[in-house]
């Protein structure tokens, strides 16, 4: 069995993690201050590609990144490489359909956050990065590590736009996703349930993950205020 | 040292105009909840910006919007005791208290947190988070706290809010005695009087957004002089009034009355109050009676209350009401006739 698959499916979830988790708490954090009408409009904006069916989100990115097309183009007269059809071109549709996962679990968690904790820490003379890094993000580190969870589970089980913006190419770009479609369009049917497995086993583990983070963050009963 | 505030703030229909100087001495800001007190101290922390206005503590300006200057919280040395006292939910005591050390060593800042714990009477709770801590503690946690990031003012938002009434007679002194130690300004905001009137000086009444002159607390509850200080210091009959001139009395419509007054009367003023428990019944011939119907008699712990309604007054006034004390006779019939003694009307602005 050839595991390039997991090795590619697993990098692609990892690296547009890391990517969805920073620009995720940067747009839920401002967005969740922002006045309601601009919150509104943006959060449909970046909602949207949750909804959407995968294809058509394949389909917008190509129309943008396409060879021909406007950014596709560009970089390519600039920087000589095509944005499609390479490995690393299935962070795009990963990251533009898991974003929204990890954006609105974070959103929740900076609103519900007790702001009289940032105006405490203001009065004792600490920073601003301080408060953001050591008090904002480890109050809300509940929701923060469920929607980047969430996110890594999305991208790694990502199809409909990797199969259109990375296509299937055995050993470059080909993901579990693509590789289970591909085995079993050409009758393999024995090697595409045994990808099944491994991708039904990574998801458990996850979801699993996710379950544990809830039980140990569920605040006990104390006694005093609150 | 001193802190002047003189600061304006409109916030959707309401109107903040907050004028006061205090020196070192606690000074109570006394009001109704809304009334702007919690705006004001959010404004000297820096935490709102006013619209207009200045702020100057122990002589430097934290805030002037002349002069285009207002100061970061973090720049101000202003502690603030929050009401619910917004401890960091996971640090420990111990953490939270090092928190507020500027720019201290590491083995300084050890020191100085065992100091305060010990200060604070927290040895042993160092370890705790602050959900394991009961109420007081959470308190005294966010004193040390404040303590730690030694500031020239520190504001007390309602500070015994989150507390049970019994919890609050055991940790007042305490907290008293904290603040008698410390040698900057505090302000101390609450809605209750007695608080007030047991740990600050002076006082400072806020109604509606606005405030009254700095005055001792003490000569408050004899003579409250406006309506709102009335009303906080327990006052519940207050009827708008003016001066008949030819007289010499004051005329009441809401009462449907003209009463003599042991007082004088004021320019600005406007209105009287009579406490519920210097109304009696009249005797025949008497001045400052009131003929009401009875429209309840409710009773209290240790005091029957009627709620009496001025003959021909409407139903949207608000009743009188006055207090028999239990053992003394209770006023049969279901109309009544009332005096207000002239030495017990107060004039109110």
Redesign the interface.
């Known amino acids: 069995m050839d595991w390039f698959p997991l090795y590619n499916s697993l990098r692609i979830a990892a690296i547009s993690t890391v990517i969805i988790f920073f620009l995720g708490i940067f747009a839920a954090y401002y967005i969740a201050k922002a006045p309601r009408l601009v919150k509104g409009t943006l959060d449909v904006v970046l909602t949207l590609p949750l909804v959407l069916p995968p294809t058509v989100v394949g389909y917008l990115l190509l129309r943008l990144l396409g060879p021909n097309r406007l950014i596709g183009q560009w970089v390519m007269e600039q920087f000589g490489t095509k944005l499609v059809m390479t490995w690393w071109s299935a962070i795009f549709a990963t990251v533009a359909v898991a974003f929204p996962l990890m954006y609105r679990t974070a959103r929740g968690a900076f609103e519900s956050f007790?702001e009289?904790?940032a105006?405490?820490?203001?009065?004792?003379?600490?920073?601003n990065t301080y408060i953001f890094w050591r008090?904002r993000m480890?109050?809300c580190?509940q929701g923060i590590l469920a929607g980047t969870v969430l996110a890594f589970a999305r991208a790694l089980g990502e199809y409909g736009a990797t199969s259109m913006i990375a296509g299937y190419t055995p050993g470059r770009t080909a993901t579990i996703s693509t590789t289970v479609y591909q085995l079993w369009r050409t009758g393999n049917d024995a090697l595409a349930f045994r990808w099944v497995l491994v991708n039904i086993a990574i998801s458990a583990v996850v979801l699993l993950a996710v379950n544990m983070l809830e039980r140990r963050e569920k605040?006990?009963p104390?006694?005093?205020?609150? | 040292m001193a802190l002047e505030v003189d600061v304006e703030k409109t916030y959707g229909s309401f109107h903040l105009e907050a004028s006061f100087r205090s020196e070192g001495e606690p000074l109570a800001l006394l009001g109704p909840s809304g009334c702007g007190k919690s705006l004001t101290l959010?404004c000297i922390?820096?935490?709102e910006r006013p619209d207009r206005g200045r702020i100057v503590l122990d002589g430097q300006v934290l805030f002037d919007s002349a002069a285009h200057i207002d100061l970061?919280?973090?720049?101000?040395?202003?502690?603030?005791l929050?009401q619910?006292?917004?401890l960091?939910?996971?640090m420990t005591v111990a953490e939270n208290i090092a928190?507020?050390c500027?720019g201290l060593g590491r083995e300084e800042r050890k020191k100085r947190v065992a100091e305060l714990a010990a200060m604070l009477r927290l040895e042993g709770l160092e370890g705790l988070r602050?959900?394991?801590?009961?109420?007081g503690?959470?308190q005294r946690t966010a004193l040390a706290?404040?303590l730690?990031?030694e500031p020239r003012a520190i504001l007390l938002d309602e500070p015994f809010s989150?507390?049970d009434s019994h919890l609050k007679w055991q940790l007042e002194p305490e907290l008293k005695d904290v603040l008698d130690a410390f040698a900057g300004v505090t302000i101390w905001v609450t809605h209750d009087l007695e608080e007030a009137y047991r740990n600050c000086p002076w006082v400072c009444v806020m109604e509606a957004g606005r405030t009254a002159p700095v005055r001792e607390m003490a000569s408050l509850p004899a003579d409250p002089r406006t309506v709102g200080a009335a009303r906080l210091t327990g006052c519940r009959n207050c009827g708008a009034a003016e001066l008949e001139t030819e007289t010499g009395w004051l005329r009441v419509p809401e009462w449907g009355v003209s009463l003599r007054a042991a007082a004088p009367w004021r320019t600005g003023a406007r209105a009287v109050g009579i406490r519920e428990e210097c109304l009696r019944l009249a005797a025949a011939g008497e001045d400052n009676a009131v003929d009401c119907a009875v429209v309840r008699r409710v009773e209290d712990v240790s005091a029957w209350v009627l709620l009496l309604r001025p003959k021909g007054s409407g139903p949207e006034t608000p009743l009188l009401r006055m207090k028999v004390e239990k053992g003394a006779a209770l006023p049969e019939g279901d109309t009544l006739r009332v005096v207000l003694p002239p030495e017990d009307i107060l004039i109110l602005e």
């Open positions: 007790d009289t904790l105006q405490a820490g203001k009065t004792l003379g600490l920073s008090i480890p109050v580190r605040p006990s104390g006694k005093g205020v609150r | 959010k922390a820096g935490i970061p919280p973090q720049r101000r040395r202003v502690g603030y929050f619910q006292y917004a960091f939910p996971h928190a507020g500027r602050p959900r394991q801590l009961s109420g503690q959470q706290r404040i730690a990031s989150a507390l």
